[in-house]
Nanobody, 124 residues
Framework: QVPLVESGGGLVQAGGSLRLSCVASTATYAMAWFRQAPGKEREFVAAIRYVTSTYYADSVRGRFTISRDGTKKTIYLQMNNLKPEDTAVYYC?????????????????????WGQGTQVTVSS
C-alpha cells in the first residue's frame, strides 16, 4: 500500500500559522491528522469523513481546521494561533473502514495507511 505524503511542517513563532498538506493515491472513507511529541503517545488531532464531517481534539478545536479537496485525495490542516504545546511530528492517516467510525475515529489503530510525518515546531 502506498503511504500518504505530508508536507508543510516547519518552525513558527507562537501565535503563528501553518498549513499542512497530505496527498493520498486514492480517496478513502476517512482521513485524519495525528501528532506525536517526544516521549508521548500518538494523539488524535482531527479527522474528516468522505461526507466532509469534521472532528477535532479538544486541544485544537477553534484553532485548527481540517479540510478536504474535491477529489477527497488531499487533506489539509490549517493551524492557527499555534502554541509551543503543538510542537510534534504530525502524521496523516487514512482508513477505508466505515464501521464503528464514531467509536474509533480518534484511535490510531483505526487507520491503516500512514504518512511519514512532518515536523512542526512552535517557539515561545
Amino acid at each position: 500500500q502506498v503511504p500518504l505524503v505530508e508536507s508543510g511542517g516547519g518552525l513558527v513563532q507562537a501565535g503563528g500559522s501553518l498549513r499542512l498538506s497530505c496527498v493520498a493515491s486514492t480517496a478513502t472513507y476517512a482521513m485524519a491528522w495525528f501528532r506525536q511529541a517526544p516521549g508521548k503517545e500518538r494523539e488524535f488531532v482531527a479527522a474528516i469523513r468522505y461526507v466532509t464531517s469534521t472532528y477535532y481534539a479538544d486541544s485544537v478545536r477553534g484553532r485548527f481546521t481540517i479540510s478536504r479537496d474535491g477529489t477527497k485525495k488531499t487533506i489539509y490542516l490549517q493551524m492557527n494561533n499555534l502554541k509551543p504545546e503543538d510542537t510534534a511530528v504530525y502524521y496523516c492517516a487514512s482508513t477505508g473502514r466505515a464501521g464503528s467510525f464514531y467509536e474509533n475515529y480518534d484511535s490510531a489503530h483505526f487507520y491503516d495507511t500512514w504518512g511519514q510525518g512532518t515536523q512542526v515546531t512552535v517557539s515561545s
